[in-house]
């Protein structure tokens, strides 16, 4: 089994900064595409950002610019950091990761993380 865990969401004031952590484990032979999405209240689920085991790099208009997503491959971890946060970036925040596993290493699926809510409110 995998499981992606995630940590750093919180309550920030426009302006401010978070970094969110998501660490993936279990029985991992590769990860792929690791990145973030997010479900605003009241809206679908939107994708943030993706980046490849490469570092290729792929993000929401609305967050160029203020997000920076990095990734430690050694640790099969994604960090995401929020910077000049708006009261729309409320929102809970899911980890997502493309991997495979040992027992079947050419079949990649996608996995998900619990979600950390992340609120941006003076």
């Known amino acids: 089994q995998v499981q992606l865990v995630e940590s750093g969401g919180g309550l920030v004031q426009p302006g401010g900064s978070l970094r969110l952590s998501c660490a993936a484990s279990?029985?991992?032979?590769?990860?792929?595409?690791m990145g973030w999405y997010r479900r605003a209240p009241g809206k679908e689920r939107e994708l943030v950002v993706l980046?490849?085991?490469?570092?290729?790099?792929s993000y929401a208009d609305s967050v160029k610019g203020r997000f920076t997503i990095s990734r430690d491959n050694a640790k099969n971890t994604v960090y995401l950091q929020m910077n000049s946060l708006k009261p729309e970036d409320t929102a809970v925040y899911y980890c997502?990761?493309?991997?495979?596993?040992?027992?079947?290493?050419?079949?990649?699926?996608?996995?998900w993380g619990q979600g950390t809510l992340v609120t941006v409110s003076s």
């Open positions: 997502y990761a493309y991997i495979s596993v040992v027992t079947i290493p050419n079949t990649y699926r996608e996995h």
């Open positions: 279990g029985s991992i032979f590769r990860i792929s595409a």
């Open positions: 980046i490849t085991s490469g570092g290729s790099t």
